[in-house]
Each structure stands twice: as C-alpha cells, then as structure tokens.
C-alpha cells in the first residue's frame, strides 16, 4: 500500500498503487503542453477490481503469480486508457438534437 497518498475519492490511505501517465495536449497558444496524469488504484473505490483483490490477499509477490499478477495490471492500466468518444453515437446524438429531439 502506498501510505503516504490518500485517496481523493474516499479521503482514506488506502491507495494500493498508482499509475502515472505522461501525456500531451495543446493549449488556446497552439503550444505543446506536456504533462503527467496519476491514476490511483484504491483498495476501497476500486474494491471490486480483480488486482485490488490479489494485492489486498497477498503480502507479497510469490515468483509463481508473476505472470498472474503482470495479467491484473495490464488490465488495470488498460481500464485507465482515456477512452476515445464514440463516434457513432456522438453523430447520432448531434442529429437528433438537430432534429429537437433532445
Ligand atoms: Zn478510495
């Protein structure tokens, strides 16, 4: 666990890992900004997430999870992805709105 970072959703030490994600955006200047965006796994929000589970029940890291444990936090990382908007239902939501029906 990772004590000394609490939880902003909860207010609680209780963050078992965090994930920091360098990322990149322009601003109004047109000026590449860089940045890095934390992601926290908290053992009480995130409760029902299989590698809060295996961290919560384990210690420690036997050699024989290894490839158990890589499985549950290439998950983890990959549920934290920025998801991309859909774009079938963005267009399908603007056009209804163009017809009123919003
Ligand atoms: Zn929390």
Redesign the pocket.
């Given at each position: 666990m990772t004590r000394d970072l609490t939880?902003?959703?909860?207010?609680?030490p209780?963050?078992l890992a965090v994930l920091r994600r360098p990322h990149t955006w322009t601003n109004a200047s047109r000026n590449q900004v860089r940045g890095v965006g934390e992601v926290?796994l908290?053992?009480?929000?995130?409760a029902g997430d299989p590698l809060v589970t295996y961290l919560v029940v384990h210690e420690s890291v036997q050699p024989e999870d290894a490839a158990h444990l890589a499985r549950l936090l290439l998950h983890w990382i990959d549920g934290t992805r920025p998801r991309k908007p859909d774009e079938t239902a963005l267009k399908a939501e603007a056009e209804a709105w163009y017809r009123g029906e919003l």
């Open positions: 939880c902003p959703r909860c207010r609680t209780s963050v926290l908290c053992a009480r929000c995130d």
